[in-house]
């Protein structure tokens, strides 16, 4: 691996960390059209585009249940990574995939119900995931390094000498070393991931959620914040289970709450964490698909609340 620098500014592509943007997009549209809601279904708003193989299911399925995973369908991600397919496409071929489990049951994590999210969206507004990122979010929290494609990002590669993507890189067994990951340019973003950021920007994302002071309202961060579905009825390192809302995990940690969401795609990986009543919070990337940056904000936290060194979380227990 190269002894390339990191600063503050290095890019890293952010993953399913960009749920939250997504969830954020969806609260700012819904409070402000009259017509929408978040019991919406995503059928009505778009019709044909959204057709799952249960009918029910393809009727009743809602802005809450697409972002929260209690649809009863599962990953599925063989049906868009590495295929080129753009979101109109993946959010059509939805009627060809099968569930496996019972409609608002249990928590199955499926990145397409973000993706069908951001399409309606796009088909709301007429315009671009990417603009209404740009124009929504990224612009008011000042947010001048983060973008939605890697032809995006190099607009600032080519202005800014601190604005580089990371190369990422994964570990070869045979050899004991890390392989520069051949990246697919064929994916394109969509609302389950694709955004590229650095450690700069996503503060100020995490500062927001934190303190609720926008652009999503705070009866909009709620209900991202709000338990929708539960992890299980223990997961570690919570106390007890852990919860979903939109885009946003929770959990009780040492009689705290945490919010968080990791991402990791293309050997990239990334997580926030914050804690809203301290008003600490930390941003992890990294450029190797593993789970240091879990190691390295369970250490950060446990420091920062002051827990003896003996007792910190070890995740090697786990």
Same mark, same amino acid.
């Given at each position: 691996? *190269? ?17 939250? @943007? ?7 549209? !819904? ?19 959204? =057709? ?17 995973? /209690?649809?009863?369908?599962? /990953? ?10 753009? =979101? ?9 995939? #099968? ?14 119900? @973000? ?6 969206? %796009? ?7 990417? #603009?209404?990122?740009? %124009?929504?979010? @990224? ?60 450690? =700069? #920007? &996503? ?17 909009? %961060?709620? !209900? ?5 579905? @539960? ?5 570690? *390192? ?29 050997? &990239? ?8 009543? /301290?008003?600490?919070?930390?941003? =992890?990337?990294?450029?190797? %698909? ?29």
């Amino acid at each position: 691996m *190269p002894d390339v620098p990191f600063t503050p500014y290095t890019l890293f592509q952010a993953a399913s960390t960009t749920k939250s @943007f997504t969830a954020s997009l969806a609260a700012i549209l !819904i409070e402000s059209a009259e017509d929408l809601a978040w019991d919406t279904p995503l059928h009505d708003i778009v019709g044909n585009d959204f =057709v799952l193989k249960d009918d029910y299911l393809t009727t009743h399925l809602t802005f809450l249940d697409a972002m929260s995973h /209690r649809t009863g369908m599962p /990953r599925h991600d063989a049906l868009w990574y590495d295929r080129g397919l753009d =979101v109109e496409s993946q959010t059509y071929l939805m009627r060809h995939l #099968d569930t496996s489990a019972s409609f608002r049951t249990v928590f199955q994590y499926c990145n397409l119900m @973000f993706t069908a999210v951001s399409h309606v969206l %796009q088909s709301i507004t007429g315009r671009p995931h990417a #603009d209404l990122l740009r %124009q929504w979010i @990224f612009k008011p929290l000042g947010m001048n390094y983060s973008y939605y494609s890697l032809e995006d990002a190099e607009t600032c590669q080519n202005s800014d000498s601190r604005c580089t993507l990371a190369d990422s890189y994964a570990w070869n067994k045979k050899t004991g070393s890390f392989k520069k990951w051949s990246l697919d340019l064929s994916n394109p973003p969509n609302g389950a991931g694709g955004i590229i950021s650095n450690v =700069v #920007d &996503y503060s100020k994302w995490i500062r927001a959620l934190m303190y609720e002071s926008g652009p999503v309202s705070k009866e909009g %961060q709620a !209900i991202m914040k709000y338990p929708l579905s @539960f992890l299980g009825a223990e997961t570690s *390192p919570y106390a007890g289970p852990g919860w979903y809302g939109l885009g946003i995990e929770g959990g009780i940690y040492r009689n705290e709450k945490v919010f968080s969401h990791n991402g990791g795609i293309s050997a &990239y990986a990334s997580t926030f964490k914050f804690l809203p009543d /301290r008003k600490f919070g930390v941003v =992890v990337f990294q450029n190797a %698909q593993n789970n240091a940056m879990e190691a390295i904000a369970w250490r950060l936290i446990d420091e920062f609340m002051g827990v003896p060194e003996d007792e910190f979380y070890d995740m090697n227990k786990t």
